[in-house]
């Protein structure tokens, strides 16, 4: 018994048909799918362009800051410290007392000084008057002797008498002497005693301990009541402010590049910054002073100093103080945006952005600094753009959208 189809020839086209409709549907949509769901946003990165002029180099050298004048005061004589006269960290004035010590034994030592001097000034006046008398004795026997010898000579008086009168004028010479000796004495005994009373009185003006400049003084080293002496260190430092030093050391090759500027009519015009330790610039353009004497043979470094104007004693001594200035100018440098460089283990590369908008990846030869750019000797031309935000994960030949890279300065 055979079995017939139900189905028409043309309901089986039907079918048919709408079977492969369905097919070439889910295929449509399930490769569709994929597709969104592979495709990656092309990346959006900041570049700049390599752009050549004229720049000015700069050079910037670590440094400490430190008075210009720094005077240790110490203590000239031994003795209890009374009081303090001053207020730390103040300015103070030349001549200001700052401190006093006990004076009591260095006025005793002074009054002393005095009455042995005073004692020797009698006693002078004591042998010039024991030489005024001998004077005179030795005047009136010289007279007898002069009377005496001719009328010894004719026997008009006995040469005893004569004798008398000579040994009398002898002895009367001998008295003029050792007044005369005596006198000398006494006097050099004055110029002693008159040393120790000068010694005296400058011991006890030691114990009024003032300041020898104008400057701010710095914390008490010795406390109320402490011994002090010239031996004890310092009682504290009082240094100028304004200007203000700064040392810094240079290598021998930069101190020798900067010749023209150390000395002759660019030493003038030669203006130094000052940065800070948190990073910002005193208001107050420096100059340099002087040079040492000589390059240390063990660091290969010589020793600058630059003042600057510290108005207001803003600026203390043993600050960081970070000296900036301009070393050369560069002809046609060739500059892109520090943030554009990336150092990899010793080399730098640069991230170019072709006309295509394809990257590459650049090796290149960098060059001074010169504020917030970077000079590139090799490996770009002037028009180059390179990627200054946006560079991680690019690889070469990577497709990208570019939009001006704005720089926080500008």
């Known amino acids: 018994m055979k079995i017939k189809s139900v189905l028409k020839p043309k309901h ?56 210009q004048v720094n005077a240790d005061i110490k203590a000239q004589v031994t003795g209890y410290l009374l009081s303090r006269k001053y207020k730390e960290g ?37 042998y010039q008057a024991q030489l005024a008398t001998a004077k005179a004795n030795q005047l009136k026997s010289q007279l007898d ?73 710095g914390v008490a080293q010795a406390q109320v009541g402490n011994l002090v002496s010239a031996s004890s260190g310092s009682l504290t430092t009082v240094s100028t402010l304004d200007p203000i030093r700064d040392y810094f050391t240079v290598s021998e090759q930069e101190y020798l590049a900067l010749q023209s500027r150390l000395s002759g009519s660019e030493k003038d015009h030669w203006k130094l910054k000052l940065i800070l330790a948190d990073g910002t610039t005193f208001p107050q353009d420096g100059e340099f002073y002087f040079a040492d004497r000589q390059v240390n043979p063990n660091t290969g470094a010589i020793q600058l100093a630059a003042l600057f104007p510290n108005p207001g004693n803003v600026l203390r001594p043993g600050q960081y103080g970070k000296v900036r200035a301009v070393t050369r100018v560069q002809q046609n440098a060739l500059l892109i945006p520090q943030a554009a460089v990336n150092e990899q283990q010793g080399s730098y590369l640069v991230a170019v952005v072709e006309n295509n908008g394809q990257v590459t990846i650049r090796p290149v030869q960098v ?7 970077w000079v590139i000797q090799k490996g770009l031309k002037a028009g180059d753009r390179v990627v200054v935000e946006g560079q ?19």
């Open 392 to 410: 991680q994960n690019l690889k070469p030949g990577i497709r990208v959208q570019t939009k001006p890279f704005k720089s926080d300065v500008d």
């Open 90 to 126: 103040s300015y103070v004035k030349k001549g200001q007392l700052l401190f006093e010590i006990d004076p009591r034994p260095f006025q005793a030592a002074l009054d002393q000084a005095k009455g042995q001097l005073a004692q020797a000034e009698a006693q002078l006046v004591q």
């Open 145 to 217: 002797v002069e009377k005496y010898g001719p009328l010894a000579k004719v026997d008009a008086v006995s040469k005893q008498d004569f004798d008398n009168a000579t040994q009398t004028d002898l002895a009367n010479q001998a008295q003029v002497q050792a007044a005369e000796a005596a006198i000398v004495s006494a006097k050099a005994q004055i110029q002693a005693n008159q040393a120790a009373v000068e010694t005296a009185s400058i011991n006890l003006g030691f114990t009024r301990v003032v300041s020898p400049i104008d400057g701010v003084a």
């Open 367 to 373: 060059g001074d600094r010169t504020g917030t750019l």
């Open 12 to 67: 089986v086209a039907w079918a048919i048909g709408a079977l492969v409709a369905v097919i070439v549907v889910n295929l449509a949509v399930h490769s569709g799918a994929k597709t969104s769901t592979n495709a990656q946003p092309t990346p959006v990165v900041e570049v700049a362009v390599a752009e050549q002029k004229d720049v000015p180099v700069y050079g910037e050298w670590i440094g400490t800051l430190t008075g």
